[in-house]
């Protein structure tokens, strides 16, 4: 649990600058790098590579947005496929329960 909290200052990176430079665009993202993050917080935590992976994947696109042009739309991509992934993973579990 403890590999995934690297993510946090990487997520109030992202509030604050969100709060300096608002973009309808860059709230949207920066909502699912949050929901992503809490999902993997609520039901994940049963492996470390799973939590590192999530932690990396929400730390890097967050440190991707801000750069502008096509930097800026893969991070938008990797933030949607990886917010998709830990949700279809949730879903997942939650139907073999």
């Known amino acids: 649990m403890r590999r995934l909290y690297i993510a946090v200052p990487f997520l109030v990176y992202s509030l604050a600058y969100l709060f300096w430079m608002f973009r309808p665009v860059l709230a949207f993202?920066?909502?699912?790098?949050?929901?992503?993050?809490?999902?993997?917080y609520r039901y994940?935590?049963?492996s470390r590579e799973g939590e590192e992976l999530v932690a990396f994947g929400v730390s890097m696109a967050l440190?991707?947005?801000?750069?502008?042009g096509y930097i800026t739309l893969f991070a938008e991509v990797f933030t949607a496929f990886m917010f998709a992934f830990e949700f279809f993973a949730v879903l997942m579990k939650a139907k073999g329960r």
């Open 29 to 40: 993202f920066v909502l699912l790098n949050w929901l992503t993050f809490l999902l993997e």
């Open 44 to 46: 994940g935590g049963e």
């Open 63 to 68: 440190l991707l947005l801000p750069l502008g």
